[in-house]
């Protein structure tokens, strides 16, 4: 299990370390992945123990909001990996959505990129695969 304990502040001196664009996003891609895997992680074993016992509809909702978080993970990842990707173009020059999210599976994270994150989130109801 991972320490996700509160960042105590940097040392005296350690505020001027810079990082180029591309090393921040590499970083955030990889924690990304990272997150994903856990995620993936946590439905797989949720999914082997559902037999077992009997969940509600809350837990249910609970669960299909899991699968939605991995999803969006998965998501802004593949964006960030698009971007750093199509990152030797020049900083001035636009960067293209349709570029930017080939390979995103969710359509919110897509609006999101074209309209901010006043995005319309659609809602789905009905039967849900969770995994």
Sequence with gaps: MKNMDVVPPLPHGAAGTERSMRDVMDHLVELLDET???FT???RVVGENMAAAPLSDADVQVLQRL???TQTVEAVSTVLKNLVASYGQTETQPLDVG???EGVKLCHVIQVLRHGVQAETDSHSGE???F
């Design 128 to 130: 849900v695969d969770l």
């Design 67 to 69: 699968d939605s978080a």
């Design 99 to 101: 570029v930017l999210s």
């Design 36 to 38: 994903y895997q856990d």
């Design 41 to 43: 992680g946590v439905q």
